[in-house]
Structures are given as structure tokens and as C-alpha cells.
């Protein structure tokens, strides 16, 4: 992020903090409740959303050497990432151009030189080029090269693997993640490493995770015995770059920007700055690592939130471990909090009490997130 920015940023915090005020916009937002567990719109979410869109499947440390592979089966459609001989990431579809079995079941392994297919062994390199069927004989007039396996397009980000999966050789990523990506780029998340990884299912429609990362308005009361007395009561600066947004949750430390010079100040010192990106991805930015969350669905009234931390490289000592244990914990356990009070909701619209939700002008992130979504659906 930018020193002019920073320096925004830190004048718009210190004088909400001076007025007890926040960022808001003109109105409130209602949207309906039926968007959360109607089986048509998570159709149409997932053919578009999760079909077109590039998605956070993995940690690129976990893809760092030659011979690295990872599997994802989130989407319900299966993935394969892998780092070839040269150095070179590929993602595909993890399904063998034969008959269509699962190619690699391992949800990752390392040293790999071939992928074999456990139905009938035919053999790919990492880059997904066919390059053995047994009893070749059989199989006469088959052109090898046309059965190597599908790529999709992928790309590394901010310490994150993004894949688009639907067939094809590029996609302008870079285009795509825009201002959002050049802030984050800023924060070097590229080289760091990833810290206690989890992969949680949660009984509730996967946009009701996403809301609670998009407002600070529920940290006071809902994270009271966890991280709320860090942060000041609902302040933020939320900044809209469409279809993705950047939001800036003010800790208590702010209060000492009071008659402040702010030249050379770090933003990261005094709140947290959290990246959205779109469809379903939150990066938070705490003082000397991130985290990261991607949130796909399961069905209209579960999803699953993959996540971990973004550290700045793997702890060396037993201390330095725990220092990292300990930090990254607080992270999970006040997701944990949103997990649950997400349960709650969900039975809550399933009870049909509420027809609508409302945003309030300082949720305007949730807002923002469903007018997004809105356009992709309906484009
Ligand atoms: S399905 Fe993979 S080798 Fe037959
Ligand atoms: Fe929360």
C-alpha cells in the first residue's frame, strides 16, 4: 500500500476516533433471505461464481519445489496442482483422460515425477503431458497428445494459489485483483510461508461466513471475550474498488494518532487492513503476518472455509513456533465465534422469520458484496 494512501487512511481513522464516527454510505441495504437457501440461486452461484471467477485453492509454499502436488475437491469438481521439473505451476482438472478416474487421491504429497492412475496406470508428467499407456497395443489410432491432461489457468498471489476452473491457457489475473492486488503485493505476502492450515465445515450457507469478515460492527459483542478489546467499537474506513474492496478495522491503538505527525507511519500498526476478493476470499493484514480465508459452499446450508496464516518464513526454533501457534490460534478462535453465531443464523432464515436483511450504512461491505454478486449472476 502506498505512503499517500497509508497517510489517508490513518487521517480518515483519527477523525472517527475524534467524532466517534465510521465510513458509511447514504442508505441502508436490505436484501432477501431467500438468496441464502434457495437450491436455484446456489446453481447459479456455482456455475458462475465458482466456475468463472479466480479462486484461492491453495498456499503456494505448499507448491515451492519441483515435484510439490496439491489436490482440491471443494468445488465438488476435482483439481490437481503441481510444480513441475522446470519450476513451472500447473493446475488442472484432476481426472484421467482414459475413462475419467480420479488421478491423484493424496490431498498433497512432494518428490513426484509421474502422476499414475490407479484404474489402469496410464502415466502423466507433472506439466500433465500422457506419457505412458500400458498395453499401448490396445489403444491403436489414439494420438497421446490429445489426451494429456485438461489445464486450467492459474497463478500465484500473495503467498495464495488462484486457479479459474474452466478450461483455457491464460487469464488476466493481474487485471483482475487490480488496486486490491497491488496493495497486497506491497505487503510482500508473496514469499511467506503458510502457518496452521485448517479446513473447517460450517452448517450455513457459505455468504453468511463471508458477511462476518466484512464488519467490524459485531466485534464488540460478539467476539467480547476473544479480540474485542483490541479494536475500537466500530470504526472503519471501508474503500470499494468493484467487484473486490479494502476495509480497515481501527484497534484501540488508534487513540494515539491523536495530534500525530503521520508521515512514515504504518497502517498496519494501528488497525487491520482486510482485502476482499471477490467471490469469496478475505485477507487479513495483522502487524507481521496474514491470514486467509476462502469460503465455498456445500450445498445451500453448509459450506467449507479453507484457511491458515501467511507468515514471513518457517519458525526455526520450538519458540518461535509457539510464538506463531499462539497468534494464529487467536485468529481461528474468534472465527470459531463467527462459525457459530453462522449456525445460528442459518436456522434462523431457514425458520422463514425474516423475508429480509438488513445492511446497516457501516455494513456497507456486505452491501457492496451482494451488489457485485448480483451483476455477475444476472451479466
Ligand atoms: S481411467 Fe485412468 S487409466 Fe483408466
Ligand atoms: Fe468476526
Redesign the pocket.
Known amino acids: 500500500m502506498d505512503a499517500a494512501t497509508q497517510i489517508e487512511w490513518l487521517e480518515r481513522t483519527r477523525r472517527h476516533m475524534a467524532a466517534g464516527s465510521t465510513d458509511m454510505e447514504e442508505t441502508v441495504t436490505r436484501i432477501e433471505t431467500s438468496r441464502y437457501v434457495d437450491p436455484a440461486r446456489l446453481a447459479l452461484e456455482e456455475k458462475i461464481l465458482f466456475r468463472r471467477y479466480p479462486l484461492a485453492v491453495s498456499f503456494s509454499s505448499k507448491l515451492s519445489r519441483p515435484g510439490d502436488i496439491v489436490t482440491h475437491d471443494l468445488l465438488g469438481i476435482p483439481l490437481l496442482l503441481t510444480r513441475d521439473q522446470d519450476g513451472r505451476l500447473h493446475a488442472f482438472f484432476n481426472v484421467?483422460?482414459?475413462?475419467?478416474?480420479k488421478?491423484v487421491w493424496e490431498r498433497g504429497g512432494c518428490g513426484k515425477r509421474a502422476l499414475v492412475?490407479?484404474?489402469?496406470?496410464?502415466t502423466y508428467d507433472l506439466a500433465g503431458r500422457l506419457r505412458g499407456i500400458p498395453h499401448e497395443e490396445g489403444f491403436s489410432g489414439v494420438d497421446r497428445a490429445q489426451h494429456n491432461l485438461v489445464a486450467l489457468p492459474v497463478a500465484e498471489a500473495f503467498g495464495l494459489v488462484f486457479v479459474v476452473p474452466q478450461p483455457g491457457d491464460s487469464y488476466d489475473f493481474t487485471g483482475f485483483f487490480g488496486q486490491v492486488g497491488r496493495d497486497l503485493e506491497s505487503f510482500g505476502l508473496g514469499s511467506h510461508v503458510l502457518h496452521d492450515e485448517r479446513e473447517i465445515g460450517i452448517q450455513s450457507n457459505w455468504k453468511i461466513v463471508m458477511e462476518g469478515g466484512l464488519e467490524t460492527y459485531h466485534v464488540r459483542y460478539a467476539h467480547k471475550a476473544t479480540i474485542a478489546p483490541m479494536f475500537a467499537d466500530n470504526v472503519a474506513v471501508a474503500d470499494r474498488f468493484d467487484p473486490h474492496a479494502r476495509l480497515y478495522f481501527t484497534k484501540q491503538v488508534a487513540k494515539q494518532l491523536e495530534g500525530a505527525a503521520l508521515e512514515g507511519k504504518s497502517v498496519r500498526d494501528y488497525g487491520n487492513p482486510l482485502y476482499f476478493i471477490f467471490p469469496n476470499l478475505v485477507i487479513l493484514v495483522q502487524p507481521d503476518h496474514a491470514t486467509a480465508m476462502a469460503v465455498y459452499p456445500r450445498g445451500t446450508d453448509e459450506c467449507t472455509v479453507l484457511g491458515g496464516a501467511l507468515i514471513p518464513e518457517p519458525p526455526a526454533t520450538e519458540k518461535a513456533r509457539l510464538h506463531w501457534d499462539r497468534n494464529v490460534k487467536i485468529f481461528w478462535d474468534a472465527l470459531d465465534e463467527d462459525f457459530q453465531m453462522g449456525r445460528a443464523i442459518q436456522s434462523g432464515f431457514r425458520s422463514g422469520a425474516n423475508s429480509h436483511v438488513t445492511f446497516g450504512r457501516f455494513e456497507q461491505a456486505c452491501a457492496w458484496f451482494h451488489d457485485s454478486m448480483d451483476r455477475a449472476l444476472s451479466a
Do not use: K, N, S, T
Open positions: 484421467c483422460r482414459h475413462r475419467g478416474a488421478l492412475c490407479p484404474y489402469h496406470a496410464w
